[in-house]
């Protein structure tokens, strides 16, 4: 009986270890983001320089290929339109849709999960914008990937 009930407290420990492993992962490493997030409604653009904005929407809660997706979107985008950057007339955005603020973006664009979206903005207004589904369907080859998301924000600048 002692042999029971020293597994089952061992047991315990480890679960309890896991969960505040998860919980320091998720919220005791800070707010550092790609960029801060946009404090402005769909429609209207965060800065009016930026021409094309490419919005990453997440959760609070993130799983591996979540956080995968914003990893491999950021280094497609930075990788291939370094001085669109870097004028700003290509911005990255990470938005937490769990952030009450940012709630309204599931409605803009009909978010159903994580996702990549790709907006155009003229005169500060929003004129088109396309959710890069594929981008699920793509997680297992960068080789793939990469190139789906430029070719995505590309189409975008062109018009912009």
């Known amino acids: 009986m002692n042999g029971k009930k020293l597994l089952t407290g061992i047991l315990l420990l480890v679960v309890i270890a896991s969960l505040g492993v998860l919980v320091y992962k998720e919220f005791g490493r800070g707010t550092a983001a790609v960029l801060p997030e946009p404090s402005t409604r769909a429609g209207e653009s965060p800065d009016p320089e930026t021409r ?3 919005y990453y929407f997440h959760g609070r809660v993130r799983c591996v290929s ?3 997706i914003e990893s491999l979107s950021g280094k497609a985008i930075r990788e291939r339109f370094p001085e669109e950057l870097r004028t700003g007339r290509l911005a990255f955005r990470e938005v937490n849709i769990d952030d009450p603020e940012n709630h309204h973006f599931i409605d803009d ?3 159903s999960s994580q996702s990549l979206v ?3 903005y003229r005169d500060g207004r929003q004129v088109r914008w396309r959710n890069l589904e594929k981008v699920w369907v793509l997680l297992g080859s960068e080789k793939e990937f990469l190139p789906y998301v430029q070719e995505g924000v590309s189409s975008y600048l062109k018009g912009a």
Do not use: R
Request: charged content about 15%.
């Open 52 to 54: 094309v904005v490419a």
């Open 118 to 120: 790709v907006v155009e």
């Open 109 to 111: 664009y009909g978010l």
């Open 66 to 68: 979540c956080v995968k």
